[in-house]
């Protein structure tokens, strides 16, 4: 593994050359995410606030003339070899389904593709609540788009008609019913910036200034490595639990409703497990606009009580938070951190802790400490700024 976990790893070139026999074209990459805020909105047709992070999946990629990929990682021993032609019948690869499921999806989109020898190096935590799953799709996708010359998937709107493949690669081939966030994020996202994603029909997305250092700031991920799964059902379950709302309120979608109009709304659900959740997502998506403003207007300190009420929100109202994300965020809060909330689909993963640069060593020894005084796994900690999207490298 090489030293610096955000540059291109040495053995990506060697190891595609032992494994195919031959040069690979080149090498593409995407990023890994955290989301700022908005969690479990984007199927809500809601708001969410990610930015990528320099922590990248990267892939050496040339053409095959046949229908087939073959691909190897370094993370995952053995090498997979996948027919395109009748995928979602046969082996759809474990792991490599994300892979194979863009080109598959590149196809059902209309565009002409061949199979691709692969190899895949991550830095990207993989089932940490930071997008391993995105990252892997959307280098696959950017390679392909340029090994096959494929039309229409660059510039803005075209990254979002690729970010639409990538989304349907998980959701059908690999089978995690993910919203869209994430490959967004990879596809989407800018260096100091986070990106305002408006899942509500087909609004363009907004880059909003993030800039953390320029504020003697800095982002620290708390990877608690608490397990985490997205397709052991319980983030269907908060799905399913939305449309059931959705349904008994007789609404389009939760973005219909606004916090005020909590009061009158929620006492027609048929439990309070619902009402929690729709509670949840309309404040969360109100919390989303909020931070908007505060970084749009240079603010801060607004970070500190938004990031604890989607916390908390998220802990008692959405229950997806666990006693490593409590004990990461609540230490991270009480040792100065100046805002801190759990990342991502929840049920373990990842938080984040917006810190002052010189408080950065004290809160990651305490949380450090707080992991082991509890007798948890060590977490892995470490700070990120906004970096850029999904790019060939070479
Ligand atoms: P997350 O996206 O938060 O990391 P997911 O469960 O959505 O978690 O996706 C993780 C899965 O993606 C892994 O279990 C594996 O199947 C696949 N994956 C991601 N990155 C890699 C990689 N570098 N090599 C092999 N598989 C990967
Ligand atoms: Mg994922």
Redesign the pocket.
């Known amino acids: 593994m090489s030293a610096d976990p955000t540059t291109i790893p040495a053995e990506l070139g060697d190891t595609f050359r032992d494994a195919f026999g031959r040069e690979p074209s080149g090498v593409w990459s995407a990023p890994?995410r955290v989301n700022l805020i908005g969690e479990h909105t984007d199927y809500n047709r809601g708001l969410c606030l990610p930015m990528a992070i320099p922590r990248r999946?990267w892939v050496a990629a040339a053409r095959r003339e046949d229908r087939r990929m073959r691909i190897l990682?370094?993370?995952?021993p053995g090498e997979r070899t996948i027919a395109l032609d009748g995928l979602l019948e046969g082996n759809r690869g474990?792991?490599?389904?994300?892979a194979v499921g863009v080109l598959w999806a590149l196809e059902q989109a209309g565009h002409e593709v061949r199979g691709l020898d692969v190899v895949?190096?991550?830095r990207?935590?993989?089932?940490?609540?930071?997008?391993?799953?995105?990252?892997?799709e959307c280098a696959v996708a950017v390679a392909a788009v340029d090994l096959f010359a494929l039309e229409g998937l660059d510039g803005d709107d075209g990254r979002r008609r690729l970010a639409g493949v990538c989304v349907r690669a998980?959701n059908d081939v690999?089978g995690?019913p993910?919203g869209g966030m994430?490959q967004s994020a990879a596809l989407l996202a800018r260096a100091d910036e986070a990106l305002l994603l408006d899942f509500d029909g087909d609004r363009p997305p907004v880059h909003v200034p993030f800039d953390l250092a320029a504020h003697d700031l800095a982002l620290l991920v708390m990877n608690t490595r608490a397990e985490?799964?997205?397709?052991d059902g319980q983030y269907g379950n908060r799905r399913e639990e939305c449309l059931a709302a959705v349904a008994e309120l007789g609404l389009g979608s939760l973005r219909e409703l606004r916090p005020p109009d909590l009061e009158r709304v929620l006492p027609r659900l048929s439990s309070e497990v619902l009402r929690r959740r729709v509670r949840h997502v309309v404040t969360e998506v109100d919390r989303v606009t909020r931070t908007v403003a505060a970084l749009e207007s240079d603010g801060f300190a607004a970070l500190t009580a938004l990031f604890d009420a989607s916390h908390a929100s998220m802990r008692d109202d959405f229950e997806i938070s666990c006693a490593e994300l409590d004990t990461a965020v609540d230490t991270a809060r009480a040792r100065g951190a100046l805002a801190a909330r759990m990342t991502?689909?929840g049920f373990g993963?990842s938080a984040i802790a917006i810190v002052r640069t010189d408080l950065l060593d004290e809160v990651s020894e305490a949380v450090a400490a707080a992991f082991s005084d509890c007798g948890l796994r060590e977490p892995e900690l470490f700070p990120v700024t906004a970096d850029g999207s999904a790019r060939q490298e070479r």
């Open positions: 890994g999946t990682s370094r993370q995952v474990g792991w490599a389904a994300y895949v190096d991550g990207v935590p993989l089932g940490s609540g930071l997008s391993s799953s995105a990252a892997l998980e690999a995690a993910t994430d985490h799964s997205l397709d991502g689909g993963g």
